[in-house]
């Protein structure tokens, strides 16, 4: 079936650098989303992209859906305390409504 | 909105037993899922419906597991009976269409002893 690779798996990093995480995939997504779980809670959308090419931000998170509509990127610039959780990205093809999901991008920051 | 509810937030049952865990989804979404998180396997869908009908349940793990969706604002996910390997982190999300994403709950976490 169709499978999400994450990268990296976890980030330790200082407060205040930047982040970067990305996903990538054998099949070709239409819509790639990008949520975030907090300890504890489910999964809350970030971003969502829709057009190969498109880069949309949202605060300090930026994301971008590749050209080859087979990967997308999320940045995060000046990290904050209250940035620690885990990161997914998903992604879904066109007339499918289940959502794949990657294994998730634990990050940690050290204060 | 509430957002999507789930209930109870923690399970602690027994093996063999009967476990019923419940969701509300967000009033107007046609779409609903049922999902378990596990550390091993991340995310993993366990089955979705559409209009209170199921669409895909190939997720489903085995028999032992049942879902239902009697009106558009209930659904229940059930697992009779219940194995420690069922443990995990079970959440229910709910969709109004395509393309929209999916709005989580909070989740129940499910331990079997």
């Known amino acids: 079936g169709q499978q999400l690779n994450q990268s990296p798996q976890s980030m330790f990093i200082q407060e205040g650098e930047d982040v970067s995480m990305n996903c990538t995939s054998s099949?070709?997504?239409?819509?790639w989303l990008w949520y975030k779980q907090d300890p504890g809670e489910g999964p809350v959308l970030l971003i969502a992209l829709y057009k190969a090419g498109e880069l949309t931000s949202n605060g300090r998170l930026t994301a971008q859906f590749g050209i080859t509509r087979k990967d997308s990127f999320l940045n995060i610039s000046a990290s904050i305390p209250s940035d620690v959780g885990i990161y997914f990205c998903a992604g879904q093809t066109m007339g499918a409504q289940k959502l794949v999901f990657g294994q998730g991008t634990r990050l940690t920051i050290n204060p | 909105d509430a957002g999507v509810i789930q209930s109870p937030r923690h399970e602690v049952t027994e093996m063999g037993q009967e476990v019923t865990l419940r969701c509300k989804p967000i009033s107007g979404h046609d779409y609903l899922f049922w999902y378990r998180q596990t550390m091993m396997r991340g995310l993993e869908l366990l089955i979705y419906?559409?209009?209170?009908?199921?669409?895909?349940d190939s997720g489903m793990p085995e028999d032992r597991f049942s879902a239902k969706m009697p009106n558009a604002s209930f659904s229940t996910l059930k697992i009779q009976p219940s194995e420690p390997r069922d443990s995990a982190v079970y959440f229910c999300?709910?969709?109004?269409?395509?393309?929209?994403?999916?709005?989580f709950g909070s989740g129940t976490r499910l331990t079997v002893v």
């Open positions: 419906f559409n209009n209170n009908v199921p669409i895909d």
């Open positions: 099949s070709i997504f239409n819509t």
């Open positions: 999300a709910s969709s109004p269409g395509f393309f929209y994403g999916y709005t």
